[in-house]
Nanobody, 124 residues
Framework: QVQLVESGGGLVQTGGSLRLSCTAS????????MGWFRQAPGKDREFVAA????????YYADFVKGRFTISRDNAKTTVYLQMNSLKPEDTAVYYC?????????????????WGKGTLVTVSS
């Protein structure tokens, strides 16, 4: 069992930055690939970024490449999403995800555990 708690969301202007954090609890955390998804109002949840259990492999959705960076600190059982050059279309609830299969690092929604989400709002 893995519990995930996100933090760091908020209101930011276009072009600004935010760093999301996701802290996990559970003894097997370090064996999970981790990722971020987002869901905008009226839209389906979509993949944003993922990182392997070791941190050696990362994968991004095309629409965030060059702007967002995912990282993890297994000693702190925390995964981060640094978001730069934010746009109004990045407005969404951002969800942390844990995947035992690691297929999330290829962009698949093979999530075993979800956090409750944190809201990011980018004003124009």
């Amino acid at each position: 069992q893995v519990q995930l708690v996100e933090s760091g969301g908020g209101l930011v202007q276009t072009g600004g930055s935010l760093r999301l954090s996701c802290t996990a609890s559970g003894r097997t955390y370090s064996s999970y690939a981790m990722g971020w998804f987002r869901q905008a109002p009226g839209k389906d949840r979509e993949f944003v970024a993922a990182i392997s259990w070791s941190g050696g492999s990362v994968y991004y959705a095309d629409f965030v490449k060059g702007r967002f960076t995912i990282s993890r600190d297994n000693a702190k059982t925390t995964v981060y999403l640094q978001m730069n050059s934010l746009k109004p279309e990045d407005t969404a609830v951002y969800y942390c995800a844990a995947d035992r299969s690691s297929r999330i690092v290829a962009g698949f929604n093979t999530v075993d555990y979800w956090g409750k989400g944190t809201l990011v709002t980018v004003s124009s």
